[in-house]
């Protein structure tokens, strides 16, 4: 089944926000090229009026729940390797600075 997941995520630096957008852009097509296919379709969408990221990919997976799990791994694994820090609902931390985490979704395609 191909599930759409996606994290919205709170950015603390604006000034640096088109180039850490497009470095977490990089990594997710590497991701996407090395996943055999599991990987689909990444998108980065920036809001810089209110700070916030939206971070998608599809995931071709045997349930909604391992392609939400395959899914934030992906997106979270992108930010870091674009040196970005990662403050997750998963895993929050007190210090909140880099890409907080504010909502995550997962939704079935159609066939």
Do not use: Y
Not at 21 to 32: G, I, N
Not at 36 to 51: S, Y
Not at 67 to 80: F, N, R, S, V, Y
């Amino acid at each position: 089944m191909l599930v759409s997941v996606s994290g919205v995520f709170r950015v603390d630096n604006l000034a640096s926000l088109d180039a850490q957008t497009d470095a977490v852009m990089d990594a997710l097509l590497t991701a996407e090229a090395a996943s055999g296919g599991v990987i689909r379709d990444p998108d980065v969408e920036a809001v810089l009026a209110e700070g916030l990221v939206r971070i998608s990919v599809v995931v071709e997976a045997e349930s909604i729940a391992a392609a939400q799990d395959i899914g934030i791994m992906t997106i979270e694994t992108a930010i870091i390797e674009a040196d970005g820090n990662v403050v997750s609902i998963a895993h929050p931390r007190s210090t909140v600075t880099g890409f907080v985490e504010e909502s995550r979704q997962a939704e079935l395609l159609p066939a």
